[in-house]
Every structure is written in C-alpha cells, then in structure tokens.
C-alpha cells in the first residue's frame, strides 16, 4: 500500500528528566481509521498526542503527518485537535470561542456549521464560563472542528460527561468520521474504544503493548479472576489440577484463598464445582484494564509485542 499515513511516529521517546513518557513508539495510521488510544494514567496518551501534534519536541524519533512535519499539517488546517488543557477564553460566547478560532484558518466551515457539527446550536449565545462540563467540552469540539480538518486528536474528550452528554458526543463525532476523516481519541474506557474506534491501540508505560480491531483487543484483555476458599489441602498435585481446568491461564493458593485468571470463566466453573465440592465464597471479576494492562506490559517484556 502506497497512500501516506495520515500519522507516521517512529521511534517515538519522550523523557522528562528521568522518567520515560513515551519509550520508542511506532506507530502508522491510515487516512480515515478511527483510532482509540487505550490506557491507564500515565501510560503516555497526553505525551504522544502532544508529540505527533508538534506542541512538544520528542526526544528521539520523529513524527509526520500526512507525510510533512505537523507544523505544516497545523498550518494547512488539515489538523483540529481537543486537548486536555486546551481552555476557552471565559467571557466569550460559543458562538465567539468558534468566530475566533475560524478567523484564524484559510478554509473554515461557517461557524453556523461548526456549532450545529458538535450539537452547539442551543449554547451559542451562551458564556463560556456559564457552561456545564459536558457542554464544555462540545464547545472545544466545535472549536477542533471549525477548520474541517482532515484529522482529528481528541485527549478524552468525554471525561467530564454524564452518560447521556457522552452518547450525544459520540454522535457527532460519528457524522464526523463518516465523511473520511481521520479521529485520534484517547480514553481510559474499554467501552468507549470499543464502540468507537475501528481499531485500538493500547499503551502502557510509555509503550504499544496491543495494537488491533477492537475484537482482538477485547480478547487480550478479557480474562476473568475466579476467586474462592477452599478447604482441601494445598500440595502440588490440587494446584496442578486446577491449573488444567478448562480456560485456565493461572492457578494461585495463598493458605484458603484460590484464584484462578480463566479466558472462560464459565467453562472453569462448569469443571470446577463438580470436582471441587469444598469450595466456597466463590466470586468472579473482570480483570481491571489496569490488571490487563500490567498482564500485557509483563507478556511484552518477555515476549515481545502483542499485535
Ligand atoms: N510536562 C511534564 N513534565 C514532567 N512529567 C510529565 C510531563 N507531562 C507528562 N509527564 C509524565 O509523563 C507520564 C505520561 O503522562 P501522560 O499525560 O502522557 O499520560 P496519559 O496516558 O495521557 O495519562 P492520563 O490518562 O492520566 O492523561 C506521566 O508519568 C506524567 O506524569
């Protein structure tokens, strides 16, 4: 395929003094994927969007969009972003917040346009400061999205919203997407990524540690933890046992307390209850994305990458 990535990083590192943001990220993105970039605090979300978008200067390594440095991609209008910081001036209206920022590009939308875009029409004449979070942070995606730009960044763009603001949101991001438009979203929301993006792209301490379709990276992440008290006596041979049951990746015993991490929880319970009559207490749990996180981190360094 010869069509040039709408965002190109490769070998990608930030360091703040001794800590390691973003640890040698390579990563392509074609023109017209919607791409969530999943991960827990501080695994590098902010750094790299920062990065590819030229506000920060990487360490090592380099960036491109749509083949040119992101300044000229800034300059040009292709690129509208939704920062985590990005403030709007108080005592302007929507409205005004939007005029501003379209005065500033060559080719806008009209800011009637803009507004009606990111579900703004009933707030314009409204004060920034007057706003609720979540109306907040539809104005800032009428702002990002005033120029038509070609690609978009948005850093958890419904972190201040209830469920009903954040379905509202997703709407019109997804009449966004649906003209070929490029979309960066990070989130810390399984949900979300899977609803939205074509493809998931998950980090952890600055690095790529799965990187495909929602459905593959759903798989990666969604083990679950039996956990149960068991009163049979703990050798080898009981452990061992337990390790083979259906969908079991890991058996642990710590003095009564048992915990199984299964890819089938209900096919290891299935096996379990019948041949283990004296456990008790039993609970199963979602993995945390953080647990899931930590596994992929763990499985990377010894295994190498996950995609
Ligand atoms: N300007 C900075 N100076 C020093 N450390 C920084 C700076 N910006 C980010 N960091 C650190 O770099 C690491 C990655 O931060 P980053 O904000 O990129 O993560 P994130 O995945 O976006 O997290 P969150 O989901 O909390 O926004 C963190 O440990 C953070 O404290």
Known sequence: MNETPAIHLSGLRKTFGALTAVDGVD?????????????????????????????ARPTAGGVELFGA???????AGR???????????????????????????????????????????????QRVSKLSGGQLQRARFAVAVVSDPDLLFLDEPTAAMDVEARRTFWQSMRAFTAAGRTVVFATHYLDEAD?????IVMMA?????????????????????????AAFPETPASTAALAAL???????RHGDVLTLISDDSDATLRALIPTHDDIHDIEVTAHTMDEAFLALTEARDTEGALS
């Not at 001036?89 to 806008?108: Q, W």
């Not at 009637?112 to 707030?123: F, K, P, Q, S």
């Open 205 to 229: 301490r600055g690095r790529i540690v799965a990187d495909g379709t929602p459905a593959e990276v759903k798989a990666v992440v969604s083990g679950r933890r039996i956990r149960a008290t």
């Open 27 to 55: 990563l392509s993105i074609r023109p017209g994927e919607v791409v969530a970039l999943l991960g827990p605090n501080g695994a590098g979300k902010s750094t790299t969007i920062d990065l590819a978008l030229g506000l």
């Open 195 to 199: 609803e939205y993006a074509d493809r």
């Open 79 to 125: 690129v509208g972003a939704m920062l985590q910081g990005g403030a709007l001036l108080p005592t302007l209206t929507v409205a005004e917040s939007v005029a501003l920022v379209a005065a500033a590009h060559r080719h806008p939308l009209s800011v009637a346009e803009a507004l009606d875009r990111a579900r703004c029409t009933e707030i314009a004449r």
């Open 246 to 252: 259906p969908g079991v990746r890991s058996a642990d």
């Open 69 to 75: 440095p992101p300044r000229d991609a800034v300059a």
